[in-house]
């Protein structure tokens, strides 16, 4: 799920106006998305000026690791293994 990055957001509006279900609003100067409306499809992302919109796994609050040791990926990036006949798993 996008995430805005308030230090980069200006206020500006314009995802708030490309947003097909309105799940974006300005708050304190701030743009916020409604995670319950949001369908994800990135329009959002594409014409924000100052790239403030930001994907998930960029997201620090969700980090598993808080950026230590996996690069700031979170739990579980990269230990996906693959079994012969299985599958992923």
């Given amino acids: ?3 805005v ?3 980069k ?3 500006c509006g314009k995802c708030v106006k490309v947003c097909p279900v309105g ?9 916020v998305i409604d ?3 949001c369908i994800k499809c ?6 924000c000026p100052q790239g403030a919109i930001r994907p998930n796994f960029e997201n620090p609050e969700l ?3 808080r ?3 996996l690069g700031g990926y979170g739990r579980g990036f990269g230990r996906h293994r693959r079994r012969r006949g299985m599958g992923w798993i």
């Fill in 9 to 11: 957001c200006i206020g």
């Fill in 1 to 3: 799920m996008p995430w």
């Fill in 35 to 37: 995670q319950e409306k």
């Fill in 42 to 47: 990135g329009l959002c992302r594409r014409i």
């Fill in 23 to 31: 799940a974006i609003s300005i708050k304190d100067g701030k743009a």
């Fill in 63 to 65: 980090r598993g690791y």
């Fill in 5 to 7: 990055d308030p230090e």
């Fill in 67 to 69: 950026g230590k040791g």
